[in-house]
């Protein structure tokens, strides 16, 4: 799983999630399987890298934006 930070997101997303699972967090940051990263390219998608790791990784990332909300 790869956190990225995608400034226009709209269609990038749809196409994203019709290849694999997407957690959206706050601040147009997103959680998407690696080979979502290649599809973005494909369609000249511009992303920043954020950080990469396992399901944890997601999961733990998922934690943080909803304590960060409390």
């Known amino acids: 799983m790869v ?3 995608i400034p226009d997101r709209a269609k990038a997303l ?3 999630g019709r290849h694999g699972r997407v957690i959206c967090l706050p601040d147009n940051v997103f ?3 690696e080979p979502a990263l290649a599809l973005l390219q494909s369609l000249g998608v ?3 890298e954020l950080g990469r790791g396992g399901f944890d990784y997601a999961e733990k990332a998922l934690r943080d934006a909803t304590a960060a909300q409390v």
Request: aromatic letters at 8%; hydrophobic letters at 50%.
């Open 14 to 16: 749809v196409e994203a």
């Open 46 to 48: 511009a992303y920043q």
């Open 3 to 5: 956190k990225i930070q």
């Open 31 to 33: 959680v998407v399987p």
